[in-house]
């Protein structure tokens, strides 16, 4: 299996961009997670989907973020518009069945999409 | 709600020598714990994790962690580290509602020839 993908790996764009970041989940994985990681706060949860549909969303940042998934194998992350405060590394993790049913899932991450706003 | 410490930000050690990673967490009831590795550039990645049963579990690359619920502890042990080990090394925790998790601040391994 090729992982959770992430597209682009690297993105810079400037303060008032639109910013769209994507992400395919393991086949078969029925959870998705969305994770922001800076210096500053470390590693949090944006939201995470269930069978395509957002469970939880309370960890997005205000509404200039949004999440969508649209089939089982795609979700973006968009940013509109862009500020330089959201400067980071946003990983993509896929998991079977979900903490809350098993509670030793294993969520798998992506490689990350470093994102610079200029 | 749960939170996870890791007291140690940064680590160096020298190479072939033992290390310990620590993480402490803060819940009532018996804990799901994990412990992920993330090298530059990366990923993170699972290196092991416990739910139950015995309390030193074994996970990938040789790492080991004890669960010890008096000490609201769980460390991570590797008996001799190897240079490819430097990374950054994160606790976590399940939430208690819904399929969070819940993660420390994480600890950068530095290891030196």
């Known amino acids: 299996d090729a992982g959770v993908i992430q597209s682009p790996r690297h993105e810079v764009t400037e303060m008032g961009q639109e910013v769209t970041l994507r992400c395919k989940p393991i086949s078969g994985h029925d959870y998705l997670f969305w994770y922001r990681q800076t210096m500053m706060r470390g590693l949090e949860l944006l939201i995470y989907f269930n069978n395509n549909v957002p469970i939880d969303d309370s960890g997005m940042p205000e509404d200039r973020f949004s999440a969508k998934m649209p089939n089982a194998s795609f979700s973006t992350l968009k940013i509109q518009p862009s500020e330089p405060r959201d400067s980071a590394v946003y990983f993509c993790?896929?998991?079977?069945?979900?903490?809350?049913?098993?509670?030793?899932?294993?969520?798998?991450f992506g490689p990350g999409t470093r994102l610079t706003v200029l | 709600a749960q939170s996870v410490t890791q007291p140690d930000i940064h680590i160096t050690v020298s190479e072939g020598a033992s290390l310990e990673l620590r993480c402490n967490y803060s819940?009532?009831?018996?804990?799901?714990l994990f412990w992920y590795v993330q090298s530059p550039g990366q990923g993170l990645q699972l290196l092991l994790k416990?739910?139950?049963?015995?309390?030193l579990v074994q996970g990938i690359k040789g790492f080991e962690a004890e669960f010890k619920r008096s000490q609201s502890s769980f460390n991570l042990r590797k008996p001799s580290v190897h240079w490819s080990d430097a990374a950054e090394y994160f606790c976590?925790?399940?939430?208690?509602?819904?399929?969070?998790?819940?993660f420390g601040a994480g600890t950068i391994l530095r290891v030196k020839s």
């Open positions: 993790a896929s998991s079977l069945e979900g903490l809350a049913v098993r509670g030793t899932d294993t969520q798998y």
């Open positions: 976590a925790t399940k939430a208690e509602y819904g399929n969070k998790l819940v």
């Open positions: 819940y009532g009831a018996t804990p799901y």
């Open positions: 416990y739910f139950s049963g015995d309390t």
